[in-house]
């Protein structure tokens, strides 16, 4: 689920030394690696005391010969501190610190494990509450972030600045740093942070539960804390392992037991009700925060993991930036943590030059320059965004930006999209119906399916890339409806927030809805032959119908009648070129990274059994009378 650089990646063999003190052997603490003269950095670990007592086992590196007081960078995790460090032997801090930020040599380094993981003392709590109703205890992250950061402060030599980072769950930890920030907290870059694990990241998108995803995170996290592990499932294709227990999330909860926590919330709380609220990183911040701290928000156009928190966060932190100087957002066409790698392409879709590269040179070094050094770095404009589609950067003063237009796509009568709405001529042939079966639900990417196993380069490859698979592998489906638009006479460039509005009826009691937004590539696509005819998913979603009318409830859908589903897809920044074609196609699975359905209501699909599980026919509307669309923001020409 998140960025494991811990596994597989030991940073030197740690050693345990024996010192002789007479003829008596006396162990010696066990260290990260042994210090050599000529390393151009000191090495610290430290066990930081919380104010409850418990103690955090925390590396703190200092480069030698500092001719100013450095500032710290700070790195909380779940992941193992020492296993974000390069497994290379070296003496070089720029080689051992990071791997392809190039920041610079004079930033002390700091590397924790949260409580409970690893090397740290406490009880493991995964997305740990803040302080309230599901944490009766007077420590939750932010407070173990305050604490952290006030003894660095008066414990590292520095120049008392702090800035901390960190990707996806280390993104969130950031984040939760800032409900109170430290007095000497001068900079956030939480990049594809964790936001609302139940709206559209992690564990649930809209209602629907990514069960397998879910499942495999929750056995590796909490099996056993102070490791990892992954599933062993008897078959390597989840697609076919899973098929065969078609109440997939009851059947992997069996396999589970007391240590696993988290499953039991997704148990006891499989709405959004309070629990999710209060783990929700946007909503720490409906109120304004005790101080703004520049915040640089990093997001991903093809995060597959948590794609929902960056903007969600920003939005809720740029409401209090008045002067418009402390809360960034920056945007490129990356997976999951593809800030931090190479950015110049993604399968055959290629963006150009190296844009991962291009973030970190332009945007993320003057960005800690100027809040961590105090030096006279440009300022990075408030929004910098990558275009897809165009292959260019874009640069804003908000987001989404103006001016732009809210159109309307709609479906058409036979198969066609456009922005005139359907005519009263298209009552005849008002809607276009499909069969449903749970027992042959669609793929979300191209069998066979490995899943999330960071062990498996195969495996990784496949999850990292699959919300840029090429969508004919569906498109012809009898269960996936494909509408699609003439080719473009010019280009089309859609901004910000996608909404898809269906109209849409089904012989069952559930559903799921998914939409997705597609850029068709000509038939014949010049030298680029390979791209030819390729279904690019601009941006693409699920929505579980029992939460059609409330998100907090679920509710049985009436039979048989067309009803208004809204489904809030992610943002996207990407131009549609003369030539292409915009097509939406509707589908109701995407397995196996979301359950199944049953189609028959049940309180809570947890507890669903086999005989629950039925084909439904459903229908799409696309007449006057039910005009299904989607609402884009449209830029001006």
């Given at each position: 689920?998140?960025?494991?650089?811990?596994?597989?990646?030991?940073?030197?063999?740690?050693a345990l030394l024996a010192l002789r003190v007479g003829s008596r052997a006396v162990p010696a603490q066990e260290t990260l690696r042994e210090p050599l003269g000529h390393d151009d950095f000191t090495v610290r670990e430290e066990r930081i005391p919380m104010r409850d007592g418990v103690k955090l086992y925390t590396i703190v590196l200092t480069p030698k010969n500092a001719k100013t007081p450095l500032p710290i960078l700070l790195?909380?995790?779940?992941?193992?501190?020492?296993?974000?460090?390069?497994?290379?032997?070296?003496?070089?801090?720029?080689?051992?610190?990071?791997?392809?930020?190039?920041?610079?040599?004079?930033?002390?380094?700091?590397?924790?494990?949260?409580?409970?993981?690893?090397?740290?003392?406490?009880?493991?709590?995964?997305?740990?509450?803040?302080?309230?109703?599901?944490?009766?205890?007077?420590?939750?992250?932010?407070?173990d972030a305050w604490d952290s950061i006030d003894w660095l402060v008066n414990n590292v030599p520095s120049n008392g600045r702090v800035g901390i980072w960190g990707t996806s769950y280390p993104g969130w930890l950031s984040l939760a740093a800032l409900r109170d920030p430290h007095p000497a907290l001068a900079a956030a870059v939480p990049a594809h942070p964790v936001g609302d694990v139940w709206k559209a990241d992690d564990w649930?998108?809209?209602?629907?539960?990514?069960?397998?995803?879910?499942?495999?995170?929750?056995?590796?996290?909490?099996?056993?804390?102070?490791?990892?592990?992954?599933?062993?499932?008897?078959?390597?294709?989840?697609?076919?392992?899973?098929?065969?227990?078609?109440?997939?999330?009851?059947?992997?909860?069996?396999?589970?037991?007391?240590?696993?926590?988290?499953?039991?919330?997704?148990?006891?709380?499989?709405?959004?009700?309070?629990?999710?609220k209060a783990v929700a990183a946007d909503r720490w911040f409906e109120e304004r925060p005790k101080r703004l701290v520049p915040t640089l928000h990093v997001h991903g156009w093809f995060d597959q993991e948590d794609i929902y928190g960056a903007p969600a966060v920003y939005a809720s932190l740029e409401r209090f930036d008045a002067g418009n100087d402390r809360n960034y957002f920056v945007a490129g066409p990356w997976t999951h943590?593809?800030?931090?790698?190479?950015?110049?392409?993604?399968?055959?879709?290629?963006?150009?030059?190296?844009?991962?590269?291009?973030?970190?040179?332009?945007?993320?070094?003057?960005?800690?320059?100027?809040?961590?050094?105090?030096?006279?770095?440009?300022?990075?404009?408030?929004?910098?965004?990558?275009?897809?589609?165009?292959?260019?950067?874009?640069?804003?003063?908000?987001?989404?930006?103006?001016?732009?237009?809210?159109?309307?796509?709609?479906?058409?009568?036979?198969?066609?999209?456009?922005?005139?709405?359907?005519?009263?001529?298209?009552?005849?042939?008002?809607?276009?119906?499909?069969?449903?079966?749970?027992?042959?639900?669609?793929?979300?990417?191209?069998?066979?399916?490995?899943?999330?196993?960071?062990?498996?380069?195969?495996?990784?490859?496949?999850?990292?890339?699959?919300?840029?698979?090429?969508?004919?592998?569906?498109?012809?489906?009898?269960?996936?409806?494909?509408?699609?638009?003439?080719?473009?006479?010019?280009?089309?460039?859609?901004?910000?927030?996608?909404?898809?509005?269906?109209?849409?009826?089904?012989?069952?009691?559930?559903?799921?809805?998914?939409?997705?937004?597609?850029?068709?590539?000509?038939?014949?696509?010049?030298?680029?032959?390979?791209?030819?005819?390729?279904?690019?998913?601009?941006?693409?979603?699920?929505?579980?119908?029992?939460?059609?009318?409330?998100?907090?409830?679920?509710?049985?859908?009436?039979?048989?009648?067309?009803?208004?589903?809204?489904?809030?897809?992610?943002?996207?920044?990407?131009?549609?070129?003369?030539?292409?074609?915009?097509?939406?196609?509707?589908?109701?699975?995407?397995?196996?990274?979301?359950?199944?359905?049953?189609?028959?209501?049940?309180?809570?699909?947890?507890?669903?059994?086999?005989?629950?599980?039925?084909?439904?026919?459903?229908?799409?509307?696309?007449?006057?009378?039910?005009?299904?669309?989607?609402?884009?923001?449209?830029?001006?020409?």
């Open positions: 689920m998140k960025v494991h650089l811990a596994r597989g990646s030991l940073l030197l063999v740690s790195l909380r995790t779940p992941y193992k501190a020492a296993g974000v460090l390069s497994p290379r032997p070296t003496t070089r801090l720029s080689v051992l610190a990071r791997r392809d930020d190039p920041i610079g040599d004079d930033y002390v380094f700091a590397y924790q494990d949260i409580r409970g993981r690893h090397r740290s003392e406490g009880a493991y709590e995964m997305y740990r509450p803040p302080r309230g109703q599901f944490n009766p205890s007077a420590t939750d992250e932010t407070t649930f998108h809209w209602g629907a539960f990514r069960a397998l995803y879910a499942f495999e995170f929750i056995y590796g996290m909490e099996t056993r804390p102070k490791s990892g592990d992954n599933y062993p499932f008897e078959r390597y294709d989840l697609y076919a392992w899973a098929l065969q227990h078609p109440n997939l999330a009851r059947v992997l909860g069996t396999k589970l037991d007391v240590r696993h926590e988290m499953w039991r919330r997704f148990v006891q709380f499989p709405a959004y009700g309070p629990y999710w943590g593809g800030h931090r790698g190479d950015g110049s392409s993604l399968g055959p879709v290629g963006f150009d030059e190296d844009t991962a590269k291009r973030y970190r040179e332009d945007v993320l070094v003057p960005f800690l320059r100027r809040t961590l050094h105090g030096e006279d770095a440009p300022a990075p404009a408030p929004v910098v965004a990558f275009e897809t589609g165009s292959n260019r950067w874009r640069r804003f003063d908000a987001w989404p930006p103006a001016p732009a237009a809210a159109r309307r796509l709609f479906l058409l009568p036979g198969g066609g999209v456009g922005f005139a709405a359907p005519g009263p001529a298209s009552a005849k042939d008002g809607s276009t119906s499909f069969v449903s079966d749970p027992s042959k639900p669609v793929p979300y990417t191209p069998r066979p399916i490995w899943g999330t196993n960071y062990d498996f380069p195969e495996a990784l490859a496949q999850w990292r890339s699959w919300l840029v698979q090429d969508q004919r592998f569906v498109d012809g489906r009898p269960d996936v409806l494909s509408f699609a638009s003439e080719p473009l006479t010019g280009d089309l460039t859609v901004r910000g927030p996608v909404t898809a509005k269906l109209f849409a009826e089904t012989t069952g009691r559930d559903a799921d809805w998914v939409v997705k937004l597609i850029d068709v590539f000509p038939d014949e696509d010049g030298d680029q032959w390979p791209r030819s005819g390729y279904q690019l998913m601009v941006s693409g979603d699920i929505l579980r119908g029992r939460y059609r009318e409330s998100l907090e409830e679920a509710r049985p859908i009436a039979p048989n009648r067309a009803l208004a589903y809204t489904l809030p897809l992610p943002h996207a920044n990407h131009t549609f070129l003369r030539g292409h074609r915009i097509m939406v196609q509707v589908q109701s699975s995407w397995f196996p990274l979301y359950d199944p359905n049953p189609q028959t209501f049940v309180p809570s699909i947890f507890e669903a059994e086999p005989t629950d599980y039925r084909a439904a026919t459903h229908r799409v509307h696309h007449s006057a009378a039910h005009p299904s669309h989607l609402e884009l923001l449209v830029a001006e020409p």
